[in-house]
């Protein structure tokens, strides 16, 4: 007769696996006893802490063409092998717990801090993404910059790379030319402001009014 024992707890014989959730190292010990016939077997299961990475970036946007540099930082607890990658290559081996790293783009990436677990396995990873993007641009213009009362006078405006365009407050398109037929009987200001991925720009024009001529007849 055949008895089998799992960390000394009688285990059906026909049974061949168990699922275990480990929360620290142990040790199991199999043990098949048949007659006065005793084979054992030990099996150890270490237990390892998960890594903990924390990566930050001083900026997640850049300004195309201004050269701009941005300061990466990690902190990785219980690792084996600490990584940092730039479009899956790798910029620096063997890195400290604990570091920072400084650099200037000029086109969108993905930086990767990987590390090891001190299983000396698997891998955790913790990525950032830093986009390289235009500022917006603005071209504002008036064709009179001194007006009569209810003379009609033209705005201009284009802008690139724009998320919203706005005219004195109105949301406007992104290029256009407005005439304003009835012209303005004081000096009036005409504000664009023009909101990118950075924040927002504004130009002003100032229309500024001329009295109409008087004749008197003598």
Same mark, same amino acid.
């Given at each position: 007769?055949?008895?089998?024992?799992?960390?000394?707890?009688?285990?059906?014989?026909?049974?061949?696996?168990k699922?275990?959730?480990?929360?620290?190292?142990?040790?199991?010990?199999?043990?098949?006893?048949?007659?006065?016939?005793?084979?054992?077997?030990?099996?150890?299961?270490?237990?390892?802490?998960?890594?903990?990475?924390? +990566? $930050?970036?001083?900026?997640?946007? !850049?300004? %195309?063409?201004?050269?701009? #540099?941005?300061?990466? /930082?990690? &902190? *990785?607890?219980?690792?084996d092998?600490?990584?940092l990658?730039?479009?899956?290559?790798?910029?620096?081996?063997?890195?400290?717990?604990?570091?920072?790293?400084?650099?200037n783009?000029?086109?969108?990436?993905? +930086? $990767?801090?990987?590390?090891?677990? !001190?299983? %000396?396995?698997?891998?955790? #990873?913790?990525?950032? /993404?830093? &986009? *390289?993007?235009?500022?917006?641009?603005?071209?504002?213009?008036?064709?009179?910059?001194?007006?009569?009362?209810?003379?009609?006078?033209?705005?201009?405006?284009?802008?690139?790379?724009?998320?919203?365009?706005?005219?004195?407050?109105?949301?406007?398109?992104?290029?256009?030319?407005?005439?304003?037929?009835?012209?303005?009987?004081?000096?009036?200001?005409?504000?664009?402001?023009?909101?990118?991925?950075?924040?927002?720009?504004?130009?002003?024009?100032?229309?500024?009014?001329?009295?109409?001529?008087?004749?008197?007849?003598?």
């Open positions: 007769f055949t008895k089998v024992f799992f960390n000394g707890k009688v285990v059906r014989t026909k049974s061949n696996k699922t275990l959730n480990a929360t620290s190292s142990q040790q199991y010990i199999l043990e098949v006893v048949n007659g006065q016939k005793i084979t054992k077997r030990t099996l150890k299961v270490d237990v390892f802490e998960k890594p903990i990475i924390k +990566f $930050t970036s001083s900026s997640n946007k !850049l300004r %195309k063409g201004k050269n701009e #540099e941005i300061e990466l /930082k990690w &902190e *990785v607890k219980h690792a092998q600490i990584k990658l730039c479009k899956n290559k790798i910029v620096k081996d063997n890195l400290t717990s604990q570091g920072f790293y400084k650099c783009l000029d086109e969108d990436s993905v +930086f $990767t801090i990987r590390a090891k677990a !001190l299983d %000396k396995k698997t891998i955790f #990873e913790e990525k950032i /993404k830093i &986009e *390289v993007l235009p500022e917006a641009t603005i071209k504002f213009e008036v064709d009179k910059e001194y007006v009569f009362p209810n003379i009609p006078f033209t705005l201009k405006w284009e802008t690139e790379n724009a998320k919203v365009v706005t005219l004195n407050g109105k949301v406007v398109a992104a290029r256009e030319v407005k005439t304003i037929d009835k012209g303005v009987d004081k000096n009036t200001k005409y504000s664009l402001l023009v909101t990118d991925e950075f924040g927002t720009k504004t130009e002003e024009l100032m229309v500024k009014m001329l009295s109409m001529p008087k004749i008197e007849t003598i």
